[in-house]
Structures are given as structure tokens and as C-alpha cells.
């Protein structure tokens, strides 16, 4: 859901910090119109299997859009009631 939600070709990451076990790659796109900003954080153990993964994105209206879109994606896959 997430690939089909903020990966389009406007999708481009800006900044990418990485050491041993942590990454932190801040990307840009837009989506419905709205410019977002966001950044992933990423840690993996030594096994190189990623234990946490935190997306966090800015302003509000990009969150208001992502969930809008992240939502009617998933909505299918949700068991009926």
C-alpha cells in the first residue's frame, strides 16, 4: 500500500544517513497535488532483517492526503464485517 500511496514519478529521495545498524533517507513527491516531505527511519539487526521501520511526513495536509489514499488502498483487504 505504501509503494502505491507515495511512489510515483515525482518520488525522489533528498538525503539518505546510514551507519551500521540505522539509515534515515529523507524523500520528497507529491501527491494529489500536495507537496510532501517526509523521512524514513530504518533499523536493522545483524542479520541485515530490518527490525523497526518509522515513516514521518510533513505538513499536515500531506498526512491528510496519505491517510485519504492509504485507506481507500486498504479498504479492500479488510475482512467484511
Do not use: C, H
Amino acid at each position: 500500500a505504501a509503494l502505491d500511496v507515495f511512489v510515483n514519478e515525482t518520488f525522489r529521495y533528498v538525503r539518505e544517513i546510514v551507519d551500521q545498524s540505522d539509515a534515515a533517507l529523507e524523500f520528497e513527491t507529491v501527491i494529489d497535488g500536495i507537496s510532501v516531505n517526509g523521512v524514513d527511519l530504518i533499523k536493522w539487526n545483524l542479520e541485515d532483517q530490518i527490525t523497526e521501520f518509522k515513516v514521518m511526513i510533513r505538513p499536515l495536509q500531506a498526512i491528510n492526503a496519505v491517510r485519504q489514499r492509504m485507506e481507500a488502498t486498504l479498504q479492500p483487504l479488510r475482512p467484511k464485517a
